[in-house]
């Protein structure tokens, strides 16, 4: 495709409800990237994929919340028990190689915890 | 760990003052810096990034950035600015995995 996307764009659920927030990356690029912005506050690291492997999940911000990738396309990036902290925009990003090459960004997901 | 620091949190300014951002990092190896932007309802997109060599980088748009490695710093300039250039602008370096570190971030506005 042209660009990273994600979907959806815009997600509200209630507290203890499960969501699943999706990225599609650029074709052929091998490593990609999941951040969250919370309000007023900057971009954090979540996990990242080289291939369908995540070799650190270590900045996933507590066991509820789980990555995969399916071969290098799709990935997803799963909140279970959603709590209001959670409300953040979520952000994808993708790469050719990890480490210096530019990162190519979605335009995220909007996720409200109510 | 790696941090970054931006310290001006929102710059106001008039179109065709000159513009500087400040971004300094806690790192002292070998880094690889960026400025990012955010246009309003768009995307992040990347105006620039140092590697290594030169230390001023030129990227798009008429911006600017120097790599003072005593200063641990990487501040971003613009001699110019115009009403377009309103957006936030990030400052990152290159994590462990590859992955960016982001400051959190500086809102400009330009007036016209």
């Known amino acids: 495709g042209a660009g990273v996307s994600q979907s959806p764009s815009n997600k509200v659920t209630e507290k203890g409800k499960d969501v699943e927030l999706r990225c599609d990356p650029i074709s052929g690029h091998t490593a990609l990237y999941w951040y969250r912005q919370r309000l007023g506050q900057g971009l954090e690291f979540l996990i990242y994929?080289?291939?369908?492997?995540?070799?650190?999940k270590s900045g996933l911000p507590s066991d509820r919340f789980s990555a995969e990738r399916t071969g290098e396309s799709v990935s997803t990036l799963t909140i279970q028990r959603t709590q209001q902290e959670d409300s953040a925009v979520y952000l994808c990003a993708s790469s050719l190689r990890p480490g210096t090459d530019t990162q190519y960004f979605g335009p995220g997901t909007r996720l409200t915890v109510l | 760990a790696q941090s970054v620091s931006q310290h001006n949190h929102h710059v106001i300014l008039s179109e065709a003052a000159s513009l500087e951002l400040g971004c300094n990092y806690s790192y002292g190896g070998t880094v690889n810096l960026f400025w990012y932007v955010q246009y309003p309802g768009q995307h992040l997109q990347l105006l620039l990034k140092y590697f290594s060599g030169d230390p001023l980088v030129k990227g798009i748009k008429g911006f600017e950035a120097e790599f003072i490695k005593s200063k641990f710093s990487f501040n971003l300039r613009k001699p110019s600015v115009q009403w377009s250039d309103t957006a936030e602008y990030f400052c990152?370096?290159?994590?462990?995995?590859?992955?960016?570190?982001f400051g959190k971030g500086t809102k400009l506005s330009v007036k016209p």
């Open positions: 994929f080289q291939g369908n492997s995540a070799p650190d």
């Open positions: 990152a370096v290159t994590g462990s995995q590859g992955n960016l570190i």
